[in-house]
């Protein structure tokens, strides 16, 4: 009796299932449609992003080229066989677009360089956009020299407090004695530039304590052969008056 209450239950079941199909049918077939349309559409765009990734990454190494040869301007626009970092950095949809932004950051600075005025002001504008577009990354390379030049960006557009604090954060990113050092005393200058000497002298004794195998903390030489205190001394002993 059980059986036979169970089997009917399951043709009703299935009777009903089947109703629903015929009832629903175009609906059905729409959202099955649909479905197969948006899973379409996700596999192309992932293969489509793969292709995009890998053309990009082979056109970054042809703007180098550029940088290299102080050609920014080719660099940054490309010319009949490189995209230039400015189109490349407009896809955002890649890795290679987000080391073309460093790569664009880095050619507006070093064009900033060599100009001065007007066209000197935009360029450096132009690479605190593009630096600040560039997503950091967990590296101790090219993370740390986006972030140092940044920060000179910053300083040469008058924006001190930034400066100082970017150029911090590039030495704590690249956590090694020659870099950070380096990033370190740039900091602690600009800090003293401002007359802020406490927090410069803060600066330097980091130096002192955390990198003392750096070059600021070896003792010098003299022309005439003297032995001199150790350069992070003379910082120190400056912002201490």
């Known amino acids: 009796m059980t059986n036979k209450k169970t089997q009917l239950e399951v043709n009703d079941a299935l009777a009903q299932s ?9 609906q059905l077939i729409i959202g099955v449609v649909a479905l197969a349309v948006i899973i379409a559409a996700c596999v192309g765009g992932y293969f489509w992003v793969k292709s995009a ?6 056109q970054l190494t042809l703007g180098m080229a550029y940088i290299s040869q102080q050609d920014y301007d080719k660099a ?8 230039g970092y400015i189109k490349l950095a407009s896809n955002h949809f890649t890795n290679a677009s987000n080391l073309a932004n460093f790569y664009a950051g880095i050619s507006y600075a070093r ?9 000197q002001k935009a360029d450096v504008k132009n690479a605190i956009k593009y630096l600040e577009a560039y997503s950091l990354q967990g590296d101790h390379t090219i993370t740390p020299a986006a972030l140092a030049t940044l920060a000179n960006s910053y300083a040469n557009d008058g924006q001190l ?4 604090e970017t150029f911090k954060k590039a030495a704590d990113r690249a956590a090694n004695a020659a870099m950070s050092p380096e990033y370190l005393i740039q900091a602690g200058e600009l800090l003293m530039a401002q007359k802020k000497n406490a927090d ?11 990198y003392p195998n750096s070059r600021y903390c070896q003792p010098g030489q003299a022309p005439n052969g003297t ?9 120190i002993e400056a912002v201490s008056k």
């Open 18 to 26: 089947e109703a629903f199909v015929i009832k629903y049918k175009k």
């Open 53 to 58: 990734e890998e053309k990009q990454q082979s």
């Open 76 to 83: 940054l626009k490309g010319d009949g066989k490189f995209s």
């Open 111 to 119: 064009k900033a360089e060599g100009e001065t005025g007007a066209a």
């Open 161 to 164: 407090d930034k400066a100082v």
């Open 200 to 210: 410069a002298k803060e600066v330097f004794q980091q130096v002192k304590e955390a």
């Open 227 to 235: 032995i001199t205190a150790p350069a992070i001394d003379a910082f």
